[in-house]
Structure formats: C-alpha cells, structure tokens
T-cell receptor, first 114, second 114 residues
Framework: GNSVTQMEGPVTLSEEAFLTINCTYT??????LFWYVQYPGEGLQLLLK?????DKGSNKGFEATYRKETTSFHLEKGSVQVSDSAVYFC?????????????FGDGTTLTVKP | DGGITQSPKYLFRKEGQNVTLSCEQN?????MYWYRQDPGQGLRLIYY???????QKGDIAEGYSVSREKKESFPLTVTSAQKNPTAFYLC?????????????FGPGTRLTVT
C-alpha cells in the first residue's frame, strides 16, 4: 500500500534560518504529492503541490521538488519567520489505487524563535 | 466564498452520550472525509464517502457512524461505544475525477468527553 514517511520533529530554528523537512513516499501508482500546513487549533491548509516527476511546487517562499528517482518531496524555505511556526504534513494521493483518498505523514512541528 | 464549515468549534459531552458533529461544504465536491487527530499526532481516517448514499470505513471506524444523504453534508456521530472519544475532529472534501486530489479541510471540532 501507499505510505509517507516524514522527518521526525519537533524542529526548532531561529528566525532567518534555512528549513528542510524531509519526506519520502512509497506508492504503487503515480501519485500527486502535497505539503499541508496546520496552525494551532485550525484545520489543514494546502501549502504546495506537485503532480509529476521533476515538478516543483512553491508558495509563500516554500518549495518542494517531486523526485521520482529518490521517491522524495522535501520541503525547503530559505529564511523562516516566527509566523511559519506550525505543523507540516506531507501527503500523497493516487487516483489509480486509492480512488482519490490521501495518505498523510505523521506531521513535523516547526517552532521558529525570534 | 466556497469552503467547508464544521460546527461547533468546541463540544463537551458526558460519557455515555452520543454526539453528532456537523460538516457542510459548498465546493460541489463528491468526496468527503472524517479524520481524528490526537495531541501531537497525525491524522487517522475514520470514514469517507465518494458519492451520496455511500460511504466506507477508514482505519478507525469502530465507535463512529456517518450518513451521506446530501452531497453537501457528511455528519459524524460519535457513539458511546467509542472508548476514547476526546480528540480534534477534522472534516475534508475533494474531487474524485481529474488530478490531483488535494483535500480541503474545515476548521475542526474539538470534542471533550468527561
């Protein structure tokens, strides 16, 4: 079956530091890949997505590249802000094997200190 | 604006009582999902529905029930059979055709059972 493995947290960084959160996946079909963000007490919001190999998703300074050869979709940001403190979830959806359902990683908590 | 609404945001119940959580969407999505999130944990799928009048169990369906009588609505009932009902409940929706199947989340309902 499909699975998503995320870098374990929590991650604590100083403001303006470089962020990487690792994500690798296992899928039998050709999945689309996503990063979602969850702020305290809220639901998840889509941060970025990529639908095929070598696609780069980007939004709000965050980027992730769909790497089929390494089955990875690592999240990066060059300079984090205190407002980026949140939980980040990597996910995949696979139309062929999962009929549209998504598989989520366990989430990585990011805290950015001023 | 289109979106998903969940009500109420906070819900308190006594042990042994059934409680129903509301989820409504005006995105015209065919599929809807219920997840449970415990503190510091990821998402666990309770039930999902890809079409009106049909739904499937997710990974942790025991002690929960759902109905899908209208496309817009997917209420979740937490029954007295659910051993540990206190949690944060998230509803989501998605399309079922085309690609990718990103999910749109509601703001969540925090249920506390004492």
């Amino acid at each position: 079956g499909n699975s998503v493995t995320q870098m374990e947290g929590p991650v604590t960084l100083s403001e303006e530091a470089f962020l990487t959160i690792n994500c690798t996946y296992t899928a039998t079909g050709y999945p689309s890949l996503f990063w979602y963000v969850q702020y305290p007490g809220e639901g998840l919001q889509l941060l970025l997505k990529a639908t095929k190999a070598d696609d780069k998703g980007s939004n709000k300074g965050f980027e992730a590249t769909y790497r089929k050869e390494t089955t990875s979709f690592h999240l990066e940001k060059g300079s984090v802000q205190v407002s980026d403190s949140a939980v980040y979830f990597c996910a995949l959806s696979d139309r062929e094997t999962n009929a549209g359902k998504s598989t989520f990683g366990d989430g990585t908590t990011l805290t950015v200190k001023p | 604006d289109g979106g998903i609404t969940q009500s109420p945001k906070y819900l308190f119940r006594k042990e042994g009582q059934n409680v129903t959580l509301s989820c409504e969407q005006n995105l015209n999505h065919d599929a809807m999902y219920w997840y449970r999130q415990d503190p510091g944990q990821g998402l666990r799928l309770i039930y999902y529905s890809q079409i009106v009048n049909d739904f499937q169990k997710g990974d942790i369906a025991e002690g929960y029930s759902v109905s899908r009588e209208k496309k817009e609505s997917f209420p979740l009932t937490v029954t007295s059979a659910q051993k540990n009902p206190t949690a944060f409940y998230l509803c989501a929706s998605s399309v079922t055709s085309g690609n990718p199947f990103e999910q749109y989340f509601g703001p969540g309902t925090r249920l506390t059972v004492t």
